[in-house]
């Protein structure tokens, strides 16, 4: 088994040789982001109108946006997040592949066709049929806006990752500079090409995406004559672990709080995929309900497939380039699969440069495209729902809501590039678990009790958003994810972190939920049973849905 294991000399090698074909791998990565900005100008020229800008014109196929929802979900955290938590952590690493698969179920069977049948545009079209609308619609801009940027820190934490191993910059300079770059692209990419410009790049990248990981464990099994228990125990060795490697515990299980934490992961990543409002707002795009439903069934096949390739990507990584050198590169292990490409190839040679090259640009791509369906969501929330419908109370023109779309979208991505500096060193699986638990915490709860409640109220709808939201933010805030941790916390040098676990899901989902039931029980507020009559009619049967 030792012939597997790369040397430091080859170690070395690698080093001097991605220095040597450092402008053939800048050449790739440039091609790729000017074919995935081609796509987006030429979609662009088609958007003349609100609902192209938002729904894509409601035109594409179930396979299509099935495709594109792959896409959307397939963002830097499953590729660079979960290879790098499996190398680092074995069997309680793929408990990330695991969850958010499983997510979808939730999202096929409580969610995809009812919002189909109900909505427009925005999630906030769903909460604010049957309840006030301004104060509920504002809310759900919030709620949008503050998930979405969540989502944002994991891929710029990951683009910046990727860049710099590509370009060799080591400097926090340098890797802020990219963390613009990119910021700087995708404001681009959305007020150029608006929905579907962001659902072909988003097509164009789940094809790319899974070819590659498919091409990286065929070479992965290669290595071991496609015996699997010769990787796995060549990792078990390999990571420092032995046998504990492939067993669960090693991250979630030393302590108390770790199995506490490890039930919190588990909730936020079941119940987050149907409160996420980038996914929400790709049932819009086709053009039936039952097109939802089987676009979601695509979705599931195509993004099983790919999880199921990250137990050979993550082990492979821990076998083949260990632990020690996979921590030097990047202390989360983001960089493990971009490590991975590169030993395939062949280390110092042309093969290794290219490989790296391709996977890098793959995953620059995906980053790219999920960061478009993001800023997408927030600043179409933003301009439909908050300055549409709240600030000009209904009056505004398609020209001017578009406008201030755009805008939105110039604002967001500043803020995501403010806070995805600080971001950097942090696991993007772990970054995307948080906004997958933010989600679960406000959007979910009154998404399900506006379409399955009818006692539901706005002061139940306006508790479950803001206190959800408010409970899952503070308590991210305090927890050792931002300070406490010297390696992988956002604030290094600081620790107020109070609340011991990494993520407040299993805290702050109930209680989104309980706040939503305790809000409508106590308002005075007679609920509308004819709206909601007509909702459920709507939601069911997809009569009357736009």
């Given at each position: 088994m030792s012939a597997v294991y790369p040397s430091h000399h080859a170690l070395q090698l690698a080093a001097s040789s991605t220095t040597e074909h450092r402008p053939l791998i800048i050449t790739l990565f440039a091609v790729f982001v000017a074919a995935t900005l081609a796509i987006t100008v030429w979609a662009g020229r088609q958007t003349r109108s609100a609902s192209d800008f938002y729904a894509g014109g409601r035109q594409f196929t179930a396979f299509q946006n099935g495709l594109a929802v792959s896409g959307d979900y397939m963002s830097a955290a499953s590729f660079l997040g979960i290879a790098g938590a499996i190398a680092l952590f074995g069997y309680d690493g793929f408990l990330y592949s695991i969850g958010f698969l499983v997510a979808w179920l939730v999202a096929l069977l409580l969610v995809a066709e009812p919002l189909r049948n109900s909505g427009r545009y925005t999630m906030g079209d769903v909460l604010a049929y049957r309840m006030r609308q301004r104060p509920v619609r504002t809310a759900a801009g919030v709620s949008t806006i503050v998930v979405s940027i969540f989502y944002l820190l994991a891929q710029m934490a990951g683009a910046g990752v990727l860049v710099a191993l590509l370009l060799g910059i080591t400097s926090d300079a340098g890797k802020i500079l990219i963390v613009s770059l990119v910021?700087?692209?995708?404001?681009?990419?959305?007020?150029?090409?608006?929905?579907?410009?962001?659902?072909?790049?988003?097509?164009?990248?789940?094809?790319?995406?899974?070819?590659?990981?498919?091409?990286?464990?065929?070479?992965?099994?290669?290595?071991?004559?496609?015996?699997?228990?010769?990787?796995?125990?060549?990792?078990?060795?390999?990571?420092?672990?032995?046998?504990?490697?492939?067993?669960?515990?090693?991250?979630?299980?030393?302590?108390?709080?770790?199995?506490?934490?490890?039930?919190?992961?588990?909730?936020?990543?079941?119940?987050?995929?149907?409160?996420?409002?980038?996914?929400?707002?790709?049932?819009?795009?086709?053009?039936?309900?039952?097109?939802?439903?089987?676009?979601?069934?695509?979705?599931?096949?195509?993004?099983?497939?790919?999880?199921?390739?990250?137990?050979?990507?993550?082990?492979?990584?821990?076998?083949?380039?260990?632990?020690?050198?996979?921590?030097?590169?990047?202390?989360?292990?983001?960089?493990?699969?971009?490590?991975?490409?590169?030993?395939?190839?062949?280390?110092?040679?042309?093969?290794?440069?290219?490989?790296?090259a391709v996977i890098s640009?793959?995953?620059?791509?995906?980053?790219?495209?999920?960061?478009?369906?993001?800023?997408?969501?927030?600043?179409?929330?933003?301009?439909?729902?908050?300055?549409?419908?709240?600030?000009?109370?209904?009056?505004?023109?398609?020209?001017?809501?578009?406008?201030?779309?755009?805008?939105?979208?110039?604002?967001?991505?500043?803020?995501?590039?403010?806070?995805?500096?600080?971001?950097?060193?942090?696991?993007?699986?772990?970054?995307?678990?948080?906004?997958?638990a933010v989600a679960a915490s406000a959007n979910l709860p009154t998404i399900l009790y506006s379409l399955f409640w009818k006692r539901f109220t706005t002061r139940g709808a306006l508790w479950s958003i803001y206190g959800g939201l408010a409970s899952s933010v503070i308590l991210v805030l305090f927890s050792p994810v931002v300070s406490g941790n010297p390696k992988t916390s956002m604030f290094k040098g600081a620790d107020f972190a109070w609340f011991p676990l990494e993520n407040p899901g299993l805290i702050s989902i109930p209680l989104g939920f309980l706040l939503g039931w305790l809000g409508s029980l106590l308002s005075k507020e007679e609920p509308d049973q004819g709206k909601y009559a007509e909702l459920e009619v709507k939601s069911l049967t997809g009569v009357g849905a736009h």
């Open positions: 910021g700087v692209l995708m404001i681009v990419y959305v007020t150029i090409g608006g929905m579907k410009g962001t659902t072909w790049v988003q097509m164009v990248k789940a094809v790319l995406l899974i070819a590659g990981a498919l091409l990286m464990t065929f070479l992965v099994l290669l290595k071991f004559d496609f015996n699997i228990s010769d990787l796995l125990g060549t990792a078990a060795a390999k990571s420092g672990h032995g046998a504990a490697f492939l067993e669960p515990g090693l991250k979630y299980g030393a302590t108390g709080t770790s199995k506490l934490d490890f039930l919190s992961l588990g909730i936020a990543l079941v119940l987050g995929t149907a409160g996420l409002p980038h996914i929400l707002i790709r049932f819009y795009t086709v053009p039936t309900a039952k097109a939802a439903r089987k676009s979601v069934n695509w979705a599931i096949g195509i993004i099983g497939a790919f999880y199921l390739m990250t137990i050979a990507l993550g082990f492979g990584a821990a076998a083949l380039i260990g632990p020690d050198e996979i921590k030097a590169k990047n202390p989360a292990g983001n960089a493990a699969a971009p490590q991975l490409a590169e030993y395939l190839g062949g280390v110092g040679s042309t093969g290794g440069a290219v490989l790296l640009a793959v995953a620059f791509a995906t980053i790219l495209a999920v960061v478009a369906g993001l800023t997408l969501a927030s600043s179409s929330s933003f301009a439909h729902d908050i300055y549409a419908n709240v600030i000009r109370k209904g009056k505004a023109t398609e020209k001017e809501e578009m406008r201030a779309a755009r805008w939105a979208t110039v604002l967001i991505g500043a803020v995501a590039i403010l806070l995805g500096a600080f971001a950097r060193d942090m696991n993007v699986a772990g970054l995307v678990a948080l906004a997958f």
